[in-house]
């Protein structure tokens, strides 16, 4: 079993069907069309990381089935040490594009996931999920795959359930099931890494009571399965997909997709949930403490270019970074705090009994809600070192600075003793994309709103056990329950 490399990755996309769109036109090929092509290299060069020396530790791995040299991203995660490298390799992700690379992290966690709910599913139920989901992630670390993860439904009216609301298909549901497998109807939306995935992990998202049987449903299918059409969100600055020079100030970046079904078939073989509606909480639950520790990384990641950023800026400028080291030294520590939580709540959590390890929750959960803001006032720091030519967005575009009448008067306008006028609006794009541009990760909303995050972390506080602890410090004999609880 050998180690893909970028060129088997980018050959694997263009032998699927055209079924991903954009501004109503089909995108013939994910790999070259100026929608795609930036998330396909942001993978692309994860890949190429698995051949570097120096990454390679962190991106490969052997196999625990097979004991094959695999991707990182196919891997199960069984230890403490396993979760960690998966922060790595999301924090040089960023290093390396500056942007979200969803295919190599929200499958693989999916797939962790459902090896542990499927254990428990078929120790309950007597089910062979969990013989589905081991073939399926061979096949996966045979063939390098890289999958998307799908949670999100459209929803409807968030106040009712499933089952209850007015369109049936608010939420991806079966209309179908047989010996063959399962017809599947409805979407998920906001999905990250969709066109340059081989592969789509659907889970439920949302709890499910009994009424809800055919919403709780989790499978695997190729990204151009008959049925299923793609439809690519527009996102800041779409136009760069027409610029170059400097209004181009990477090639990489990040799509999100909707995602249509339209009674799509299911294989019997990759169905791993069927109805089995009191696990579509518990895969939630499992999907969301590993997520919610290991975006931490994500956000530091791109947080570590920021500060990069904001140094070129400042010396582009004319200024030593010194004068704003107190920001750079914040912006840092906001980095650090939220890879550290990770970190920690991954140290503190558990081995499940399928042998796939667990962060802890309620430490995961409070760096979600860090994740949602810390990297705010990062880049806000980030704008600020910057000044208005960043924050404002007030710069030429790249046809402007080589126009043959003015282009050479813009250019000297831009310039400074430090730096050339197309280097400081190189950097100072760059920072702009960063910012407030299509480079933003979804740290507010990624792997769930940071209300939803506040709530776990509420039920997951043993608040009697802290009083008991302060009565005890305080010498109180005396109960204090809950006004209205009345006293014991």
Known sequence: MSLKTREDYIA?????????????????????????????????????????????????????LTGEPIHRHNSLIESMEDLVANMRVKREMYHRTGSCTGGLCVGWNAMNVLWAATHEIDAEKGTDYHERIKKWILSAQQNGWVAAGALTDPKGDRSLPPSQQPDPDSYLRRVASTPEGIVVRGAKVMICGVAASNEIIVLPGSFCGEADQDYAISFAIPRDAEGLTIVEAR??????????????????????SYLIFQDVRVPIERVFLNGEFNYAGRIIEFFTGNYRACI????AGQGDVMVGAATLMARANGLSAKAFMDKLVQM???????????????ALGKRHPSGVWFADPLTANVNK?????????????????????????????????????????????????????????????????LTVGPGVPGCMHGGGSPQAAKMTVRVKTPLEEWVRHARKIAGIEEDLPEPGKGKK
């Open 235 to 256: 996102r800041p600055s779409d136009t760069r997909e027409q610029e170059d020079g400097i209004d181009a100030p990477t090639e990489t970046g990040i799509t999100q």
């Open 332 to 346: 840092q520590v906001n980095n650090e705090t939220t890879f550290a939580v990770g970190v920690g709540s991954i």
């Open 369 to 433: 809600v860090h994740v949602a803001t810390l990297p705010q006032e990062t880049r806000r720091l980030c704008q600020e070192i910057g000044g208005g030519i960043v924050e404002t967005g007030c710069l030429p575009s790249s046809k402007d600075l080589d126009d043959p009448n003015y282009g050479e008067l813009i250019r000297k306008y831009l310039q400074t003793p430090a730096c050339s006028g197309e280097t400081r609006a190189r950097a100072a794009r760059l920072s702009e994309w």
């Open 12 to 64: 694997s996309l263009r032998r699927l069907r055209p079924n991903v769109y954009k501004f109503g036109e089909e995108i013939a090929d994910v790999t070259t069309h100026p929608a795609t092509r930036r998330t396909v290299e942001s993978h692309a060069r994860g890949f190429d990381a698995a051949h570097d020396a120096t990454t390679a530790p962190f991106f490969t791995t052997k196999s625990s």
């Open 296 to 299: 931490g990384a994500c956000v």
